[in-house]
């Protein structure tokens, strides 16, 4: 078994100066990240309104798919218009650990 974590560490449009404005970015970018069958939230820069770190969790039998995964994941935030992908950090757990 073979898991992993990424945080996606994201630059918001410059009119999100409210928790609700920034709240209508990230729910939106959570929800299509749920759509690759991955646990997804918003995991830091809870008090920062331009910024948003969205935390990503998968489970998988191989570590190709785990990749595959995390891949897709980060293609999808880099492809967003609305938003500026700053880095993003990932960890992997696997039997050893």
Not at 19 to 38: E, G, N, Q, T
Not at 53 to 59: D, M, R
Not at 69 to 91: I, K, N, Q, Y
């Amino acid at each position: 078994m073979y898991t992993a974590t990424a945080v996606f560490d994201l630059l918001l449009p410059g009119d999100s100066r409210s928790l609700k404005a920034k709240r209508s970015y990230v729910r939106p970018i959570v929800a299509a990240l749920r759509r690759f069958d991955v646990s997804a939230a918003e995991v830091g820069a809870l008090d920062l309104h331009g910024r948003a770190e969205i935390g990503v969790a998968v489970v998988a039998a191989e570590a190709a798919h785990v990749r595959e995964v995390l891949d897709s994941c980060e293609r999808l935030m880099a492809g967003r218009p609305e938003v500026e992908l700053l880095s993003v950090r990932r960890r992997w757990y696997g039997d050893d650990d």
